[in-house]
């Protein structure tokens, strides 16, 4: 029973983190990876569900852009 509560709990901050980063990227960041998404605001909510359950995705690829950005390897 212990495994299944670290489970859920694991989840639990996982999910929160997810939150966190999708409110993050979506005020902030998703205008810098996709120039067509700047200023359409009424999409953005739809992406929440995807951006919270892949969110360790999300922020190493808007890093590699800033990286590519700024003109860093």
């Not at 990227?25 to 951006?51: E, H, N, Q, W």
């Amino acid at each position: 029973m212990q495994l299944a509560a670290l489970i859920v709990e694991a989840a639990k901050w996982y999910g929160i983190a997810g939150l966190v980063a999708a409110a993050i990227f979506l005020l902030f960041g998703i205008g810098r990876i996709d120039s067509t998404a700047r200023g359409a605001y009424a999409f953005r909510p739809m992406l929440i569900p995807g951006v919270v359950l892949l969110w360790p995705f999300v922020l190493a690829r808007w890093a590699a852009r800033e990286r590519t950005r700024r003109g860093e390897s």
